[in-house]
């Protein structure tokens, strides 16, 4: 039966936050009702282009994996300072029919060329600028394996279908956003070292594109066809490699053609926990997160949160010190399990959580010099992005995927149009000295080739009684972990629905610095009790985050696309279909 046409409830909430460019929103929320009722899905990305290329698989019978892998391809056209064909992420993915899980691993690897002190100088000093803005700061990329690899797995469309959007869009040209082109005026500089990069972001003799104006990617679109093509081999052989190996050699950088054919992404366990009876399901390591947002929760529960109030004094101190904790034992912990013994099951035990939460005092602010990493008991850039997609079978997906910084490492391959990551960066340089984020590590988190460097991308979703509720994730490099932590406290804890959730400011504390950041839009008698329990306290007159969220509930799909990045939207297909 012809199922029933429901219009798409749009609302445009007013921000406590920083203010945004003109053509940006901060929330763009929208309802659709269950597809036994006429729905087919719901899509949000940092991009609405490529939210609509989510929505536009669906609406062609595609499933929730094909609309992610549509989607992924498109924003590597549409949002290049982060959308990528030469980076990497994380996806988990919920399979509604057998009612499993699991998570994709494809972050960028070492190159085979790579050593242990390769971004030290002649003193035994890091060397910021090697490991952040040269040839010698891409790892291999993963983005075009990992997709595929999902597709595999559990596509239903053929796979060139779903790359075809992403081609039409670099080769007919997208209209140059607002924000694209003030990022790209305010990068020029150093933008503009790469002649290859200054040809492919700008125009002829490095003049800034306009807002409006139509921006195409010839060669990048040659790229995505050689994909659509031949798959990874598309991009890990033939032509694209030669062209990265090229590009490497000719800036001293060490992915060559053998370190690209031997990469692999990792089909991994989820890492699961609970929190007040919903299943918690995130990422397992290399990522940071997902074992740091259940060992948060596990404290959390020690606690009356929902008594708290969202917002108060008492709330954020809560959450700042729990943070605080978790950070700790991330700088000591963590690192890819492929190389080292993560103590995943003690770092996310109701046990040790409890030990934990016996040590906050809601009345002070520890030091953080006082707070060191546990002991085992014996026996991620700002410029990351994600995307959360629904179908109407009931299948979910979760995605990060970065290069890194903004642009990633301002680098592009000559001939194949695409900018390469600079993700080595997240690796330990030298042990105790932090990254571009102001992360510490140690020898967990060491440079190996093949190794995978530790991330805080933290796809999450949220199950109730089995079935998905929300999914949802954030950029942010080092606030990502606090950033979804916040959103799930919001919903499970203060009742709020997925665009409320989304809107409220956002505090972060890491451990070092020992500074507790927040956004806009706290109170003064919150800040007020803030500093008289200790806290240092810094205004982030940037935004934390762009949470980009789907859900199910009561017989909706909701979406809302946080645009404390400009040009977010969440979609669903504008046509039902016969269910």
Same mark, same amino acid.
Request: proline share 7%; aromatic share 8%; with cysteine.
């Given at each position: 039966?012809?199922? @029933?046409l429901?219009?798409i409830?749009?609302t %445009?909430i007013s921000?406590?936050?920083?203010a945004q460019?003109?053509d940006s929103?901060?929330?763009?929320?929208?309802?659709?009702?269950h597809?036994q009722l006429?729905?087919a899905?719901?899509?949000?990305?940092q991009?609405?282009l490529?939210s609509a290329v989510?929505?536009?698989? %669906?609406?062609a019978g595609?499933?929730?994996?094909d609309a992610a892998?549509a989607v992924?391809?498109?924003?590597?056209?549409?949002?290049?300072?982060a959308?990528n064909?030469?980076?990497?992420?994380?996806m988990?993915i919920?399979?509604?029919?057998s009612?499993?899980?699991l998570a994709?691993d494809?972050?960028?690897?070492?190159?085979?060329a790579?050593?242990r002190d390769?971004?030290l100088? &002649?003193?035994?000093?890091?060397?910021r *600028?090697?490991?952040?803005?040269?040839?010698l700061?891409?790892?291999?990329?993963g983005t +075009?394996a990992g997709? !595929?690899?999902?597709h595999s797995e559990f596509?239903?469309?053929? &796979? *060139?279908?779903?790359?075809?959007?992403?081609?039409?869009?670099a080769? #007919?040209g997208?209209t140059?956003?607002?924000?694209? $082109?003030q990022l790209l005026r305010?990068?020029k500089e150093r933008?503009c070292?790469?002649?290859?990069s200054?040809g492919y972001?700008?125009?002829?003799?490095?003049v800034p594109? #306009?807002?409006?104006?139509?921006?195409?990617?010839?060669? %990048?679109?040659a790229?995505l066809?050689?994909?659509a093509?031949?798959?990874?081999?598309? !991009?890990?052989?033939?032509?694209?490699?030669? @062209?990265?190996?090229?590009?490497m050699?000719?800036g001293?950088g060490?992915?060559?053609e053998?370190s690209?054919?031997?990469?692999?992404p +990792?089909?991994?366990?989820?890492?699961?926990?609970?929190?007040?009876?919903?299943?918690?399901v995130?990422?397992p390591p290399?990522?940071s997160?997902g074992?740091h947002?259940?060992?948060?929760?596990n404290i959390l529960?020690? =606690?009356p949160?929902?008594?708290?109030g969202a917002?108060?004094?008492?709330?954020?101190?809560?959450?700042a010190?729990?943070?605080?904790?978790?950070?700790?034992?991330?700088?000591?912990h963590?690192?890819d399990?492929?190389f080292?013994?993560?103590?995943?099951? &003690?770092l996310?035990? *109701?046990?040790?959580? *409890?030990?934990?939460?016996?040590?906050?005092?809601?009345?002070k602010a520890?030091?953080s010099?006082?707070v060191k990493?546990g002991?085992?008991?014996h026996a991620?850039s700002?410029?990351t992005t994600h995307y959360?997609?629904?179908?109407?079978?009931?299948?979910?997906v979760?995605v990060?995927?970065?290069?890194?910084?903004?642009f990633?490492s301002?680098?592009?391959?000559?001939?194949?149009g695409?900018l390469?990551?600079?993700?080595?960066?997240?690796f330990?340089s030298?042990?105790?000295v932090?990254n571009a984020f102001?992360?510490l590590g140690g020898? $967990?988190n060491?440079?190996?080739a093949?190794?995978r460097?530790?991330s805080?991308?933290?796809?999450?979703?949220?199950l109730?009684?089995?079935q998905?509720?929300f999914a949802?994730?954030s950029?942010?490099?080092s606030?990502?972990?606090t950033?979804?932590?916040?959103m799930?406290?919001?919903m499970i804890?203060h009742?709020?629905?997925?665009a409320e959730?989304?809107?409220a400011?956002?505090?972060h504390?890491? &451990?070092?610095?020992? +500074?507790?950041q927040?956004?806009e839009? !706290?109170?003064?008698d919150?800040?007020?009790? %803030?500093r008289?329990r200790?806290?240092?306290?810094?205004?982030?007159?940037?935004?934390m985050?762009?949470?980009?969220?789907?859900a199910w509930k009561?017989?909706? =799909?909701r979406?809302?696309a946080?645009t404390?990045?400009?040009?977010?939207?969440s979609?669903a297909?504008?046509k039902?279909?016969d269910?």
């Open positions: 039966m012809r199922s @029933l429901v219009a409830c749009a %445009l921000t406590p936050v920083a460019a003109p929103p901060i929330i763009r929320y929208q309802d659709r009702i597809p006429g729905a899905g719901m899509v949000a990305s991009n609405h490529a989510g929505a536009e698989i %669906l609406e595609g499933n929730a994996v892998v992924g391809f498109s924003l590597a056209v549409t949002l290049p300072r959308g064909l030469g980076g990497g992420g994380f988990i919920h399979d509604a029919e009612g499993t899980d994709i494809y972050r960028e690897m070492a190159p085979r790579a050593t390769m971004y100088d &002649w003193k035994g000093d890091a060397d *600028k090697r490991a952040t803005f040269s040839h700061a891409s790892g291999v990329p +075009v997709l !595929f690899k999902a596509g239903r469309l053929p &796979w *060139k279908r779903l790359l075809q959007p992403a081609i039409q869009q080769r #007919e997208v140059m956003s607002y924000d694209l $082109a305010t990068r933008m070292r790469d002649e290859a200054c972001f700008y125009k002829p003799g490095g594109y #306009e807002a409006g104006e139509i921006f195409k990617q010839e060669d %990048l679109a790229s066809e050689r994909i093509e031949d798959g990874p081999d598309g !991009f890990y052989r033939g032509k694209t490699a030669q @062209l990265i190996a090229a590009e050699a000719r001293g060490l992915v060559d053998l690209l054919a031997a990469y692999k +990792v089909v991994r366990e989820p890492v699961r926990g609970t929190y007040r009876g919903y299943e918690i995130t990422m290399p990522s997160g074992i947002i259940i060992q948060m929760l529960e020690h =606690f949160v929902a008594e708290l917002g108060s004094a008492d709330n954020v101190h809560l959450l010190e729990v943070a605080r904790l978790a950070y700790a034992d991330r700088s000591e963590l690192g399990p492929d080292y013994d993560v103590p995943q099951d &003690w996310v035990s *109701k046990e040790y959580a *409890k030990e934990l939460a016996a040590t906050i005092d809601m009345k520890r030091d010099d006082d990493p002991a085992v008991p991620e700002p410029d959360s997609v629904m179908d109407p079978e009931g299948n979910v979760a990060t995927t970065t290069l890194n910084f903004s990633g301002h680098i592009s391959v000559a001939g194949a695409f390469l990551n600079n993700e080595m960066d997240d330990v030298k042990p105790g932090p102001g992360l020898d $967990a060491a440079i190996e093949g190794k460097p530790l805080s991308m933290t796809p999450t979703f949220v109730d009684d089995g998905a509720w949802t994730g950029p942010g490099g606030r990502i972990i950033t979804v932590l916040q799930v406290v919001n804890d009742d709020m629905n997925v959730a989304t809107l400011p956002r505090m504390h890491q &451990w070092y610095p020992d +500074v507790l927040l956004e839009g !706290f109170s003064p919150t800040i007020k009790l %803030l008289e200790g806290h240092e306290l810094q205004d982030v007159r940037s935004t985050g762009s949470l980009q969220s789907v009561d017989g909706m =799909f979406g809302a946080d404390r990045r400009p040009n977010a939207a979609s297909p504008d039902t279909r269910q």
